[in-house]
């Protein structure tokens, strides 16, 4: 029996173990989700031939192990080299021609020189810090935004671990049709450039986002209330409203699992919505649907009645999505506020 | 016995990427046509579905336009039950849920990690190997989804 087991758990370990790697599949199982079929772009962005004669081989197989944190793309560290260069070589039969290599070196420029430079030509879609403006990811495709590709966060540490000061001189020089960036070539010399790059390679990323300290790590925000099950429902319906939510009509947590008789009527979710911010939400990160809809729990045991609610903080943390965490926090304050409400 | 077979579970959960914290994939169909068949898989996987969300129709209904985009719930009661009764504080995470996105003719589909809440709960070891369980479940539903392919 012990051996049956053993041998199913050889069976098991992943094909990547044993097998060489199918760049094609490897993009489909990783990349395809928010890239799409041949780059065509969606959550992610597009990896169009314009956009891959850009950027080298190096810059893609950093970002791809780097990711982008709080910019939604994950980082794959633990693909093999050879699951990289594979991923890679799929990629590039996209484009007829061969990937551009640029120089390692560290392009000696002066970043007080750079600085005037960016404020001119650069903040308006990078923004001051280098965050990168508008709101979202991704290209749009279900709803609207402000750019067909967000502006790339320039002080991303993803991005200043990945990109070589050539490469990005080189898309200074050239520009990005399809994110309307302009092309520098003939604008700006040389020098300018050189000293453009050196000013970018100071931007920092803002400080991390915390919700509070007292829920922090915790999995759910949990509060007893001091009255009965239907007054407490009645309570927290009613601070909801006040909070400017629109409350759906109540379920059971059984509630189509169980027949209408034997479902437990002392486990109900409230679940509410502020229409406007779902839209914006969506906007900013369209995988949000997996924590919808905002609900709070209203449970009766053991003659105690409890309210949960998912810790939108730390839920906000599985999205790599720094715009989520914003709101989030912010979340954080009134669903607390909700539920001391209607428990006080 | 009992350790090979955990271990069995865990490797099975192990998700492709350690960094990953929600299990996506995309399928090539229209998003009804999705949601349809999603809904078939999940019952092969011996769960019931509890209910459809409708957040497309929701915007709708106070004119943000939106695409097909619906949120599937479903669980198994059994489970459901005993798991309220025994750790309630899960109450949040339950039924377990998947979004079915459009984009264009093809659609995303998304779900959180079940095992990304295993830190958040402080490895409990019941926990884990039931996080672990729907780990593999959903992995495994959204696989299928990702190859199916329409019969001829």
Request: net charge positive; hydrophobic share 40%.
């Amino acid at each position: 029996m012990k051996r049956t087991l053993l041998a199913l758990l050889f069976l098991l370990l992943p094909p990547s173990l044993w097998a060489a790697p199918d760049g094609k599949a490897l993009y489909e199982t990783h990349c395809s989700v928010c890239h799409q079929t041949e780059g065509k772009g969606g959550i992610g962005l597009p990896l169009t031939q314009e956009i891959l004669e850009q950027l080298s081989d190096d810059y893609i197989a950093k970002t791809i192990r780097n990711g982008r944190p709080g910019r939604i793309m994950p980082s794959f560290y633990e693909l093999s080299d050879a699951q990289v260069k594979a991923i890679l070589q799929y990629i590039r039969g996209w484009s007829d021609k061969p990937a551009p290599v640029f120089p390692k070196v560290t392009l000696k420029g002066d970043p007080k020189r750079g600085k005037p430079l960016y404020m001119k030509h650069c903040k308006k879609c990078h923004g001051t810090d280098g965050s990168g403006e508008g709101s979202g990811t991704g290209v749009t495709l279900s709803r609207e935004r402000e750019f067909m590709v967000m502006p790339a966060a320039l002080n991303n540490p993803g991005f200043q671990r990945s990109a070589s000061d050539a490469m990005i001189a080189d898309i200074i020089r050239r520009g990005r049709k399809i994110g309307h960036m302009p092309s520098f070539e003939g604008k700006l010399s040389e020098q300018q450039i050189t000293d453009l790059v050196a000013f970018l390679r100071t931007l920092r990323p803002p400080p991390p986002i915390h919700g509070m300290k007292e829920w922090a790590g915790r999995p759910v925000y949990i509060m007893e209330s001091p009255y009965g099950f239907k007054e407490t429902v009645a309570n927290l319906k009613e601070a909801l409203t006040g909070a400017n939510f629109r409350i759906f009509p109540t379920r059971y947590l059984e509630q189509g699992l169980a027949d209408d008789f034997d479902v437990n009527k002392k486990q109900i979710g409230i679940r509410f919505c502020n229409f406007k911010e779902l839209y914006h939400l969506l906007n900013i990160d369209p995988r949000l649907g997996t924590v919808l809809p905002c609900r709070i729990n209203v449970i009766e045991r053991n003659g105690k009645v409890i309210l949960i609610s998912p810790n939108v903080v730390e839920v906000a943390r599985l999205f790599n999505n720094r715009e989520l965490m914003e709101v989030a926090v912010v979340m954080e304050e009134i669903i607390l506020d909700v539920m001391e409400e209607a428990t006080l | 016995m009992k350790q090979i077979i955990l271990l069995l579970l865990l490797l099975m959960a192990a998700p492709l990427h350690a960094g990953q914290k929600l299990l996506m994939v995309r399928v090539n169909m229209k998003a009804q046509q999705t949601m349809d068949v999603l809904k078939e898989t999940v019952r092969e996987y011996g769960y019931e579905v509890a209910h459809v969300q409708r957040c497309d129709g929701g915007m709708a209904k106070f004119h943000y336009k939106s695409d097909f985009y619906r949120v599937l719930f479903f669980g198994k009661l059994a489970e459901v039950r005993g798991i309220l009764k025994a750790y309630p504080e899960l109450a949040p995470f339950l039924p377990l849920k998947i979004a079915v996105i459009a984009e264009k003719n093809q659609t995303v589909l998304a779900a959180m990690d079940p095992t990304a809440l295993a830190r958040l709960y402080g490895h409990h070891p019941v926990l884990d190997v039931q996080f672990a369980r729907w780990h593999s479940d959903l992995q495994a539903i959204l696989e299928e989804m990702r190859t199916f392919r329409k019969p001829e």
